[in-house]
């Protein structure tokens, strides 16, 4: 039985994307990339979103079946709205994975989590045996950290330390993430709050340095993974 009046339907997201059509280009690539039963970790943020439309359009129009595995809820909720069955990491390993990204090097590296979602999208990769970063022109940076702080998701009781052990990595400036519409500071789908950190410097060592703060869950750095980059030109 399915419900009446889904409240489902009536999510907005899509309504208000930058560089929309840039994106939708991208987002039609890794639609193409999609076989008939591929499990597909499927990351967060805007982009992402747009792929999720092109891949309901091929199981639409091909008749080819897949499953998501979703980082975070507003993912699943979209994969829900669009009829694409989700999945988790208990029940299947991926057999491929796309996400967004903040900011992209030249090496590679990236800086996510803007949506706080990095724990989940870091896990996610780490399981992918092939995982696409997918995003417009405007992510490609020389160097990291120019345009977007470090998110470094933190255990709420271990908010004053971990800041105090931060700092002694020479940040530019550590502040507590806030919330846009609700008051008080933004709470991640695990319960945790994030401390967005940013670094004039961040040398191949910071990820491991900061992940090494107990009381860090994840950081948003993401330097040495194994990705593929798909960017518009």
Known sequence: ?????????????????????????????IASLANDGDVVGVGSGSTSYLALLALAKRMKEDGIRIKA????????????????PVASLMEYKPDWAF????????????IKGRGGAMFKEKLLINSSPRTYIIADSSKMVSRLGSNF?????VFPQALTCVGQALNELSPREVSLRMAGGKDGPVITENGNL???????????????????????????????????????P
């Open 1 to 29: 039985m399915e419900w009446k009046n889904n409240i489902l339907n009536t999510f907005p997201w899509g309504k208000s994307i930058s560089r929309r059509e840039e994106k939708e280009i991208i987002a039609g690539k």
């Open 69 to 84: 595995i979703p980082t975070s809820l507003e993912i699943t909720i979209a994969c829900v709205q669009l009829g694409i």
């Open 149 to 153: 702080p470090v998110p470094v998701e």
């Open 194 to 232: 994030i401390l967005d950190v940013w670094f004039d410097e961040i040398p191949g060592t910071m990820e491991h340095a900061i992940k090494s703060v107990t009381g860090v869950i994840e950081s948003g750095l993401f330097i040495g993974y194994d990705v593929e980059v798909l960017i518009n």
């Open 99 to 110: 996400d967004g990204a903040d900011e992209i090097d030249g090496h590679l590296s990236l």
